[in-house]
Nanobody
Framework: QVQLVESGGGLVQAGGSLRLSCAAS????????VGWFRQAPGKEREFVAA?????????VYADSVKGRFTISRDNAENTVYLQMDSLKPEDTAVYYC????????????????WGQGTQVTVSS
């Protein structure tokens, strides 16, 4: 497993943008698929986006964020990003990144490594 640390959350007005980062330890990070999830109080953890292992070209997005969020990775930096544009108040949540081997899944139960989360708050 790998260790993950999220950063980049904060306060933003509706329509604004944030870029979240998920920094990973380990030389084998490129072998892992990485997902972003979010969780608001009283709600289940929700899939947001995922990206395939290094060398693959697959990304998957939740319907609620398609066209607004973009997931990418920089293996040289052991980092996965989530660019969030056109933010809405309903995007407010704690955002987590997670890693698994070897392929993408939307299910949080199938990810074994998690970061601590970063808070995103979108005001209206």
């Amino acid at each position: 497993q790998v260790q993950l640390v999220e950063s980049g959350g904060g306060l933003v007005q509706a329509g604004g943008s944030l870029r979240l980062s998920c920094a990973a330890s380990g030389r084998t990070f490129g072998s892992y698929a990485v997902g972003w999830f979010r969780q608001a109080p009283g709600k289940e953890r929700e899939f947001v986006a995922a990206i395939s292992r290094s060398g693959g070209g697959s990304t998957v997005y939740a319907d609620s964020v398609k066209g607004r969020f973009t997931i990418s990775r920089d293996n040289a930096e052991n980092t996965v990003y989530l660019q969030m544009d056109s933010l809405k108040p309903e995007d407010t949540a704690v955002y987590y990144c997670a890693a698994r081997f070897p392929v993408i899944t939307r299910s949080p139960n199938e990810y074994g490594s998690w970061g601590q989360g970063t808070q995103v708050t979108v005001s209206s």
